[in-house]
């Protein structure tokens, strides 16, 4: 069996859709699962993502789950199960791939590269950027590396003997620091992946510039459409773009934080931004957007007394974790 998942709360279920839709367009030998990190919606239909397998967080089981619910906020928490659902999808289904793929982004041709590859590799991951960026505009690669060398928007994985070890050790660093914190060198899941290269041996880096296209490496990619499909660099069959903090609302903008290109300067981006956003309201995204995420509310549903000692309680916790850092 091999699986393709994506985490995400209520609020971002049309960009999972999307996302699912345009994977297995192209991976219908693939099962697609979407992790629900957050508790069911009563004012949502779920059956509308029947061509997709559902397992809401609560099913893992995690002991720590209270706690992560209350010390991380809504993406913390969501990039903080990353590890553990691998775990549990390779525990419970028996697959011998499983690729995760961030819920913003779509897929536009069969994942060739990475199918392959999973046969003799047991981790791929892409690097943000192949070429260095330094001007005045963002993002530059001195921006890029404070968040990680590697987009942890993908990654595949085989079922390999050390799995577990990777996947533990992954796990407990972001049930401990998986903040978004530059000022403590914290950036959710994706910063420990830095070290991929140097604890675990049989990887690969997947240096294609058709994966994980995005605002972050526009400086080297130039997209052309031939024949009803996308072409990198006038070579490399474009596989998935990254659509990070972009914002249906304010479709003339194709980065929150990105400020070296508009589509008046890379009108080659146009057509591609223009369909997803048609996908996403296709998908409902004006409405489910606004859906309840229940575990951002926990922390506001509790008592004064509760929330103090609850609070207490993460400050400790995060004293000792930090303390590392605090010593140098």
Same mark, same amino acid.
């Given at each position: 069996?091999?699986?393709?998942?994506?985490?995400?709360?209520?609020?971002?279920?049309?960009?999972?859709?999307?996302?699912? &839709?345009?994977?297995?367009?192209?991976?219908?030998?693939?099962?697609?699962?979407? $992790?629900?990190?957050?508790?069911?919606?009563?004012?949502?239909?779920?059956?509308?993502?029947?061509?997709?397998?559902?397992?809401?967080?609560?099913?893992?089981?995690?002991?720590?789950?209270?706690?992560?619910?209350?010390?991380?906020?809504?993406?913390?928490?969501?990039?903080?199960?990353?590890?553990?659902?691998?775990?549990?999808?390779?525990?419970?289904?028996?697959?011998?791939?499983?690729?995760?793929?961030?819920?913003?982004?779509?897929?536009?041709?069969?994942?060739?590269?990475?199918?392959?590859?999973?046969?003799?590799?047991?981790?791929?991951?892409?690097?943000?950027?192949?070429?260095?960026?330094?001007?005045?505009?963002?993002?530059?690669?001195?921006?890029?590396?404070?968040? $990680?060398?590697?987009?942890?928007?993908?990654?595949? #994985?085989?079922?390999?003997?050390?799995?577990?070890?990777?996947?533990?050790?992954?796990?407990?660093?972001?049930?401990?620091? $998986?903040?978004? &914190?530059?000022?403590?060198?914290?950036?959710?899941?994706?910063?420990?992946?830095?070290?991929?290269?140097?604890?675990?041996?049989?990887?690969?880096?997947?240096?294609?510039?058709?994966?994980?296209?995005?605002?972050?490496?526009?400086?080297?990619?130039?997209?052309?459409?031939?024949? $009803?499909?996308?072409?990198?660099?006038?070579?490399?069959?474009?596989?998935?773009?990254?659509?990070?903090?972009?914002?249906?609302?304010?479709?003339?903008?194709?980065?929150?934080?990105?400020?070296?290109?508009?589509?008046?300067?890379?009108?080659?981006?146009?057509?591609?931004?223009?369909?997803?956003?048609?996908?996403?309201?296709?998908?409902?995204?004006?409405?489910?957007?606004?859906?309840?995420?229940?575990?951002?509310?926990?922390?506001?549903?509790?008592?004064?007394?509760?929330?103090?000692?609850?609070?207490?309680?993460?400050?400790?916790?995060?004293?000792?974790? #930090?303390?590392?850092?605090?010593?140098?």
């Amino acid at each position: 069996m091999k699986i393709a998942f994506t985490l995400c709360s209520n609020n971002y279920l049309a960009h999972a859709k999307t996302l699912g &839709d345009s994977f297995l367009e192209f991976h219908s030998d693939f099962k697609f699962v979407i $992790g629900l990190v957050d508790e069911y919606d009563t004012n949502m239909d779920y059956s509308l993502f029947s061509t997709f397998e559902i397992i809401p967080l609560v099913k893992l089981k995690l002991p720590e789950l209270n706690d992560l619910v209350l010390k991380y906020n809504i993406i913390e928490l969501n990039t903080s199960v990353k590890p553990s659902y691998f775990k549990y999808l390779f525990e419970t289904t028996g697959a011998n791939n499983i690729i995760y793929i961030d819920p913003d982004i779509l897929v536009l041709s069969r994942l060739v590269e990475v199918i392959d590859a999973l046969v003799h590799h047991n981790i791929i991951i892409t690097p943000h950027i192949l070429t260095p960026i330094d001007d005045e505009f963002a993002p530059t690669d001195y921006h890029t590396i404070r968040g $990680g060398v590697f987009n942890l928007g993908f990654i595949a #994985l085989s079922n390999y003997s050390k799995i577990n070890n990777f996947l533990n050790w992954w796990e407990n660093r972001v049930m401990k620091y $998986g903040f978004a &914190d530059f000022s403590k060198s914290m950036f959710y899941d994706q910063l420990w992946v830095n070290y991929v290269p140097v604890f675990y041996d049989n990887h690969l880096i997947l240096k294609h510039p058709g994966y994980n296209m995005a605002n972050w490496n526009l400086h080297e990619r130039h997209l052309t459409l031939v024949n $009803g499909k996308y072409i990198v660099n006038d070579r490399f069959p474009l596989r998935f773009f990254h659509f990070s903090s972009y914002n249906y609302t304010n479709p003339d903008v194709i980065c929150s934080y990105q400020t070296r290109y508009d589509f008046n300067s890379r009108k080659d981006l146009l057509e591609l931004f223009k369909d997803y956003r048609f996908l996403l309201l296709k998908n409902d995204i004006e409405n489910i957007s606004n859906l309840q995420i229940f575990y951002s509310n926990k922390f506001n549903q509790k008592s004064s007394n509760e929330k103090k000692n609850i609070l207490k309680k993460i400050i400790r916790r995060l004293a000792l974790a #930090l303390q590392p850092f605090l010593d140098k």
